[in-house]
Every structure is written in structure tokens, then in C-alpha cells.
């Protein structure tokens, strides 16, 4: 199980935590350090590991398309934009309409998982995918518009699980996935 903890002091934090960092910012006046509080998310833990802010303990190594990363990056070259400017935009995104960036990712992930195996999507007798009201995997008509849809209950758990942190700061806790 994956655990966050702050480098230097070796704290835990959990997403819906406020990090403070010292920001140093490049204008024409010369470089300025700042003090800023940031509120932990899914969307922005992977800057603050880059930066070596937070650390993560406890990690088992997984295959690259079970990490949320994974599908930023896709989306990232999919809008022509660099990585950590997608993660800023999510980030500001994620403070107006957090719904908004879970539908965005869903959308990415249900799209790989469709180029994975096209013609087994197609012969597919159900498609499932997560419930807006309340983050759970059920059957879905085939005519509903424009949702992401995945051919198999497990393909839909799965994406589920990436998105587990987005759905716990959208709903509050939820059961064990």
C-alpha cells in the first residue's frame, strides 16, 4: 500500500492535507521566494514527488497503466502541452469542479482501455461505467451519450481503482475497492 510522507521530516499526509512549500518564482525584477499552503491531490503529488517534497513509502512496483501518470502523460500529448502544464490546469480544475477533472480523466483512461482491444468492445453484451452520483461500477444503456463506457465490469473496477483518490475527495471515503 502506498503511503506519502514529507522528505524532510518523514510525516505522513493524505490527500485533503494543506503542504506548505517555498516557491521561487522568475520575473524581470530578479527570483522571489514565496510561502505558499497547497492543498494535497491526486492531481498534484506527482510534482511535489518530483521535486522530492514528498516522498512515497511502501510502493510496489506496478506495470505503467496502472498508475494515473501513465494517462496524464497520454492526455498531455493528446493537447499538445507538456505534462506540467496539464497537471496545472487539473489542479486549478480540480479547485473550481472537481467532477469535472474526474470525468476528464475517466474519459482518457476508457479510451485506452478501447484502443487495448477494439474488436472485443465491440462484441461486447454490456458496458459498464461509474456512476456519477456516487462513483460506483454499474451496467450502463449502450444509447446513453457520451459517457465513458468499458466492456467488462472488471475493465470499469480497475479504472475505479486509478481514480480511488479523486473519488474519496468527491464523496467522502469510500468502501474498499
Known sequence: MKKYVIAKTGEEVKFGDIVATICERFTSFGSIKSY??????P?????????????VVGEEKEPKESNLGYYINIAAKKLKCTKEELIDWLEKMNKICPKAVFDFLLHIIAIEYYKKDLKAFGEAKAYYSL?????????VNITSAYIPLFKSKEDAEEARKLLKDQLDLMYGKQKSY
Open 131 to 139: 456512476k456519477p452520483k456516487d462513483g460506483e461500477v454499474g451496467k
Open 43 to 55: 492531481v498534484n503529488i506527482g510534482t511535489f514527488i518530483e521535486n522530492g517534497v514528498i516522498k
Open 36 to 41: 505558499e499552503e497547497v492543498t494535497l491531490t
